[in-house]
């Protein structure tokens, strides 16, 4: 197994990692359906506690998989592009 394949192992272990809860899942699917979000706006489609949602939101921060900005002191997110193109493209390879 060649380094480049190694590193490629690691990383679409980490954006799986970070995909496997459903409530991630949900996130980033509804992100990618709407564009951008607020933190209350995301935190209304999921049936969870607004600080269970904070700590799925940082996990899939972390992973690269959504960006965050900050808008009239309210937390906006979107989907990182490059991050789930990585995803689709190291998906594609199995």
């Known amino acids: 197994m060649s380094r480049a394949n190694d590193d490629e192992d690691i990383d679409l272990a980490a954006l799986c990692k970070a995909l496997g809860h459903p409530a991630r899942v949900t996130i980033v699917r509804y992100l990618a359906e709407q564009g951008t979000c607020i933190f209350g706006d995301l935190s209304e489609q ?49």
Do not use: W
Not at 51 to 63: D, F, G, M, R, Y
Not at 82 to 90: E, F, S
């Open 46 to 94: 999921l049936p969870l506690a607004p600080s269970t949602v904070s700590q799925h939101v940082t996990i899939l921060k972390e992973a690269g998989l959504i960006h965050a900005s900050a808008k009239e002191q309210r937390m906006c997110y979107c989907v990182n592009p490059d991050r789930m193109g990585l995803l689709k493209r190291l998906i594609k390879l199995l």
